[in-house]
């Protein structure tokens, strides 16, 4: 695969992201009493007033990072229109929009651009290489997701969609560069 065509969709991602987030502009709010007076825009707070202009994106939001590892992959199987199951593991960091949904409780949503390592299981099914006659391989290949993860205390809820490249075998094998999807649920058991 062009290594141009690869990186297409992950920059226009980011630029669909940036201009969401310039976009945002919540008017400022009307006070009634600074037409009359003018000392009494002059008393509000500097606080006040800059939280008004602040888009409600960026409000409570910031950008966070961390490390990523996803277990199994949920791939589309074309010839009988059904969905397999893959146990090729990624391992890999994020960096990500957080924004924060409740003031009083600790819900927050995260949108991660990841990148990593994956461990590709190749075997018959899935490869046409005729050196995996015998056994099944595990070759080593990049990994790109992206998605959302919603933390609710300590609960967290993930869906992610991505696509693998594997190094070695490359087109021959049948989900290189094709989107597979994976979600997860977390537990903070210590903080």
């Excluded at 006070?31 to 707070?45: M, Y």
């Excluded at 651009?113 to 056994?135: D, P």
Aim: glycine letters at 10%; aromatic letters at 10%; hydrophobic letters at 35%.
């Amino acid at each position: 695969m062009n290594p141009q065509r690869m990186h297409y969709p992950i920059a226009l991602l980011m630029f669909g992201v940036c201009s969401l987030l310039q976009s945002q502009d919540v008017p400022e709010k009307v006070d009634s009493t600074a037409k009359c007076d003018p000392a009494a825009k002059e008393a509000r707070p500097a606080a006040e007033e800059g939280a008004g202009t602040k888009s409600w994106l960026l409000r409570d939001a910031g950008i966070t990072g961390g490390q990523i590892t996803l277990p199994f992959k949920i791939r589309r199987h074309r010839e009988n229109h059904t969905f397999r199951l893959t146990t090729d593991v990624t391992l890999g960091g994020y960096v990500g929009y957080t924004k924060r949904l409740s003031k009083s409780k600790d819900y927050s949503l995260t949108v991660p651009l990841t990148a990593g390592l994956t461990f590709i299981n190749l075997n018959t099914n899935n490869t046409a290489l005729s050196r995996l006659e015998e056994q099944a391989e595990v070759v080593p290949g990049l990994s790109w997701s992206t998605g959302v993860i919603l933390q609710l205390e300590k609960y967290s809820l993930g869906l992610l969609v991505g696509k693998d490249y594997a190094g070695d075998v490359g087109n021959e094998w049948e989900y290189h560069g094709k989107l597979w999807w994976s979600f997860g649920i977390g537990f903070v058991f210590m903080q």
